[in-house]
């Protein structure tokens, strides 16, 4: 079998061109707007929380068929090995 090898990796800081810059544009020019209010994560996660209220009944349903189906083969067969003995 043969010797594995590292490969060496070429790290992001490589000395190729740079990142183009955006110009600058003037003070005058930049939009005025109003600063978006600051969410902290215990708010979202308390909403979230909230708001989260998964309905799990086709789940339900569905697992319930499939251990009927299931118990039903196994029992089956149980019986088939009776006879075919």
């Known amino acids: 079998m ?3 090898q590292k ?8 000395a190729g061109p740079a ?4 110009p600058e ?5 930049t939009p005025t707007f109003a600063p ?7 708010s979202t996660r ?4 909230q708001e989260f209220n998964p309905d799990y009944s086709l789940v339900v349903r569905d697992l319930k068929r499939i251990g009927i189906l299931a118990g039903s ?4 067969l149980v019986v ?6």
């Not at 990142?19 to 955006?22: F, I, T």
């Not at 978006?36 to 215990?42: I, M």
């Open 19 to 22: 990142a183009p810059v955006a």
């Open 46 to 49: 308390s909403s979230y929380s």
């Open 25 to 29: 544009r003037p003070a005058s020019a």
């Open 7 to 14: 490969r060496s990796v070429p790290s992001t800081r490589s």
């Open 36 to 42: 978006r209010p600051v969410t902290t994560f215990a």
């Open 2 to 4: 043969a010797k594995k």
């Open 73 to 76: 083969f196994v029992v089956l």
């Open 80 to 85: 088939l090995s009776f006879f075919l003995r």
